[in-house]
């Protein structure tokens, strides 16, 4: 919740490229196949290394005979292989949440500490030599990054992604939200869509086997976008794609803050005519019970697909400072420190 016409400006992230430099991506695939001797070619983001001997075949390269290992075999004669295994790319697609809510509250907004951690799994991505690319939950743009890791590239997609350009219709949405009526649900990718599998746009970003980041405070304003978006994990981590939401619950810190005078109070059970309020004790436990249920609900609809969620908390300050609140939680979280490693850990 906020004051009415407040708004946020993007900063910096708090971590410097020489700490980010310490850690790489935990989470490289390898291809468990046998493959016999060194004979693929390397391509940027992969390498081979050993993983077993094995007794050699008719048709494997002679080149590939380890005769040491031969001599020392259990059966006479019998020559051996070494096999090896390749790593393969890990795809990494970060979604981020950009409704309004997302700017709250306005001393720590959640989208600023979403794009912070967007930049930063962006980044070691990058210098893992993994493929990147970043989504806008709402309205659906993709930004293919690659496997770079110039931070500038980065902030500048991240921008794209973060102030999405109006459409037709978010437009109409927009005027139907501000008469209280609304249409059918719109064919363009979002939170108003039907349940359904992976939109076109994200399933092309996301193959099976990729890992899917869904940066989003989950407060949704009906049980449509609860389940649409529950449906598109369920069926994504259903395909083969590991699924992480991060949850940032900042209704501490903005529960806080309440001070006299008129709100803009955006949740559910709050209708148009009640954009400002004057805030009660009673009016904000409504709105933090509807908020924990369609987060219940969410979870049993999404559960199907076993996808795990990161929760961010807010402090409940008035003026908690917003680099704290990320440096808390990036790299000290169990989740996080299963997307990333300190480089050269095994």
Wanted: overall charge positive; proline content about 6%; aromatic content about 6%.
């Amino acid at each position: 919740m906020t004051r009415s016409g407040t708004g946020s400006t993007p900063e910096a992230l708090p971590i410097p490229s020489s700490q980010l430099d310490r850690y790489r991506l935990r989470l490289r695939q390898r291809d468990r196949g046998t493959v016999a001797g060194a004979h693929l070619i390397r391509q940027r983001g992969q390498s081979l290394e050993f993983r077993e001997f094995r007794p050699y075949l008719p048709g494997d390269d002679i080149r590939h005979v380890d005769w040491r290992a031969s001599a020392r075999h259990q059966r006479r004669n019998e020559l051996v292989v070494r096999t090896f295994e390749h790593e393969v790319q890990t795809r990494v697609v970060i979604s981020i949440d950009t409704r309004a809510t997302m700017q709250l509250p306005d001393v720590a907004p959640k989208l600023q500490l979403a794009r912070w951690f967007a930049e930063a799994m962006a980044y070691i991505a990058g210098r893992s030599a993994d493929s990147v690319a970043l989504h806008a939950l709402e309205g659906g743009q993709v930004v293919e990054l690659g496997s770079s890791a110039d931070r500038l590239r980065i902030r500048r997609a991240l921008q794209r992604v973060c102030m999405p350009k109006a459409t037709p219709g978010r437009a109409r949405r927009a005027r139907e939200e501000r008469s209280g009526v609304r249409g059918p649900a719109s064919d363009e990718p979002g939170f108003g869509a039907e349940p359904r599998p992976i939109c076109t746009a994200l399933g092309r970003a996301l193959p099976p086997g990729s890992v899917w980041l869904v940066l989003t405070d989950l407060y949704f304003a009906d049980d449509a976008e609860v389940m649409s978006l529950a449906a598109r994990i369920r069926n994504a981590q259903q395909g083969s794609r590991w699924v992480v939401v991060v949850d940032f619950d900042s209704w501490p810190c903005e529960t806080h803050r309440v001070g006299h005078g008129l709100y803009r109070l955006d949740g559910p059970g709050v209708s148009a005519p009640e954009l400002r309020v004057r805030l009660t004790s009673g009016l904000l436990d409504d709105v933090k019970g509807r908020i924990d249920e369609r987060k219940r609900r969410f979870d049993r609809a999404a559960a199907a697909g076993g996808y795990e969620r990161l929760r961010w908390t807010w402090p409940a300050e008035a003026d908690p400072a917003a680099t704290s609140i990320f440096r808390e939680h990036f790299f000290g979280q169990e989740i996080v420190r299963r997307l990333v490693m300190p480089d050269g850990a095994r």
